[in-house]
């Protein structure tokens, strides 16, 4: 059994009876929407994001409508912002499969991906889930702030350390504190819980992102060597933005002269991936990642001790373990 399928054994049943329901909140009588919902129905991951909802409920009570109105809710404008994301970066693949704008061109993508939004706002506002409505909502809004800063902010290829976590909590963590805060307030009113899983899943966001950045410095089963691909797109992230701001003033220039002005040559990568090891930037990185990690472990010792419980801390634990 995978470590995925370990964690969501205390909520197998409830993420089965979600695969329904989220096809249920699809649902059109347009043609060509069944055929592209269906296609991304196919193509779905690990759906970690329900699994921080209903794993947050259980833990504080009993799973019921509202959590799974709360699950929908979030992976519907979740999906809905990856197509959008995929049509803004021109991106023709995501998770292995050509991405809608690959197939039905960004036209209809765009228009998908507001069709997803707008199936979001009517499920919360069918069943009265306006808390919940309001929580997402928040996210999305911030996601949009976290994307549209770091582009003002790349283009002057300047991000400070302060800036870049400012960027990785809009733009991912906040979607994960929605899903852990969401899954509180289906089960209860109690504001303290919902502010405490909101934090935690701040935390579990901060550290997924900077496991993510650390990726593009590791090196690939494949070839061997790190792909680099944030290097090549000019993105200063963690392990760089550490290492450039420990670096004597002339190196620091050379560096970012690379990026800035260089071609992305297998060389001028290797370079780059150097000079964050020499300047302890990857360390930085994986003592911060593990920091937060340490936070949001903490924060659930205030909650009842369940199977709950023990599988978001396996959750947290594969965040930042996790090969992909």
Sequence with gaps: MSAVETIKNPIKAEMEAFEKHFKQSMKSTVPLLTIITNYILRRKGKQMRPMFVFLTAKMLGTINNSTYTAASLVELLHTATLIHDDVVDESYQRRGFFSINALWKSKI??????????????????????????????????????ELLQIQKSRKLNLTR??????????????????????????????????????????????????????????????????????????????????????????????????????ATRKSVAEVIAFTQKYRGLDFAKETMNDYAKKAKLILQDFPDNEARTSLIALVDYTINRKK
Excluded: W
């Excluded at 993508?109 to 069943?127: E, I, P, T």
């Excluded at 963690?238 to 670096?247: D, R, V």
């Design 109 to 146: 993508a765009v228009l998908m991906g507001d069709y997803l939004l707008a199936k979001g706002l009517l499920l919360s506002v069918d069943n009265n889930e306006f808390d919940l409505l309001r929580i997402v909502s928040n996210a999305v809004k911030e996601m949009s702030e976290g």
């Design 162 to 263: 302060e800036q870049y976590f400012d960027i990785i909590r809009k733009k991912t963590a906040t979607l994960i504190a929605a899903c852990t805060a969401c899954g509180a307030r289906s089960i209860e009113d109690n504001e303290e819980h919902i502010s405490k899983m909101s934090t935690f899943g701040t935390y579990v966001g901060m550290a997924f992102q900077i496991k993510d950045d650390l990726f593009d410095y590791e090196p690939k089963s494949v070839t061997g060597k790190p792909s680099g691909n944030d290097i090549k797109e000019k993105k200063f992230t963690l392990p760089l933005i550490y290492a450039l701001e420990e670096a004597p003033k002339k190196e620091k220039k050379r560096i970012v002269s690379i990026v800035k002005n260089g071609k």
